[in-house]
């Protein structure tokens, strides 16, 4: 049973079961991505998306002098130092959000798979959500 909270994108289920479906069934997937910012990595239409991927951590060499060669937190100065410790929060900040997207990006994926049906054989091979739903358009999508 949905939540009273769940939207309507979340609790509908399209099953893809013929190139009919394609539209309403992609339909769900983009509000759920859109919603969440993650359309653009997994968009069909876009042939080379941007990665999505996990932010890099700052580290502390790349706060020192060139003429430097301290890598520690406690061979920064203040000024360093305080540079390092704010990029740290947004960093910190950063990972927190991208692992929250994470989840959502695993949830489309799986909920791809359950629904695809008989086109299962089309996505098995297939690595990631963006490639699967090419996979899939080329297959199902109807043209017009």
């Known amino acids: 049973m949905a939540s009273s909270t769940s939207t309507a994108a979340e609790s509908a289920t399209v099953y893809l079961k013929s190139p009919?479906?394609?539209?309403?069934?992609?339909a769900l997937i983009k509000t759920r991505a859109a919603n969440n910012h993650l359309?653009?990595?997994?968009?069909?239409?876009?042939?080379?998306?941007?990665?999505?991927?996990?932010p890099i951590k700052p580290t502390p060499s790349s706060y020192t002098t060139a003429n430097t060669t301290s890598t520690t937190t406690a061979s920064l100065t203040p000024e360093q130092f305080q540079r390092y410790?704010?990029?740290?929060?947004?960093?910190?900040?950063e990972t927190r959000i991208y692992w929250k997207k994470q989840k959502v990006m695993t949830e489309i994926e799986d909920h791809i798979i359950r629904t695809?049906?008989?086109?299962?054989?089309?996505?098995?091979?297939?690595?990631?959500?963006?490639?699967?739903?090419?996979?899939?358009?080329e297959r199902v999508a109807p043209t017009n």
């Open 39 to 54: 359309w653009r990595y997994i968009d069909p239409q876009v042939k080379e998306p941007p990665q999505f991927s996990e």
């Open 20 to 26: 009919s479906d394609w539209t309403r069934w992609l």
């Open 116 to 137: 695809a049906g008989a086109y299962w054989s089309t996505i098995e091979d297939a690595t990631g959500v963006h490639a699967r739903l090419i996979k899939l358009q």
């Open 85 to 93: 410790s704010v990029d740290i929060q947004a960093w910190q900040e």
